[in-house]
Nanobody, 121 residues
Framework: QVQLVESGGGLVQPGGSLRLSCATS????????MAWYRQAPGKLREFVAR???????DYLDVVQGRFAISRDNIKRTMYLQMNSLKPEDTAVYFC???????????????WGQGTQVTVSS
């Protein structure tokens, strides 16, 4: 069974920082592309950042230069360092994985439950 568990969300003032984590189990982490998405109230879920199996990264334009995605293949965990946070970054942040489950070869998409990030003074 694949599990993605996000942590690190919370309430932060504008200009502050947070570090999100996504701990995984049941998935072949080193063979999986990982990403963060977010969903603000009343809006569609949107892509935030992606890190591929070879470490290549991609970002939503409005977070480029403020957010940094990384992965630890030993800990099977992905991170999102968020700096210079703005009120418009307020959303539920979701961990996404595209990869094979242990013992299988087919690639599937998996989602975590999400962690709330609120940027407010």
């Amino acid at each position: 069974q694949v599990q993605l568990v996000e942590s690190g969300g919370g309430l932060v003032q504008p200009g502050g920082s947070l570090r999100l984590s996504c701990a995984t189990s049941g998935i072949r982490f080193m063979a999986s592309d990982m990403a963060w998405y977010r969903q603000a109230p009343g809006k569609l879920r949107e892509f935030v950042a992606r890190i591929s199996v070879d470490g290549a990264t991609d970002y939503l334009d409005v977070v480029q230069g403020r957010f940094a995605i990384s992965r630890d293949n030993i800990k099977r965990t992905m991170y999102l360092q968020m700096n210079s946070l703005k009120p418009e970054d307020t959303a539920v942040y979701f961990c996404n994985a595209e990869g094979p489950q242990y013992g299988r070869s087919n690639i599937r998409t998996y989602w975590g439950q999400g962690t709330q990030v609120t940027v407010s003074s």
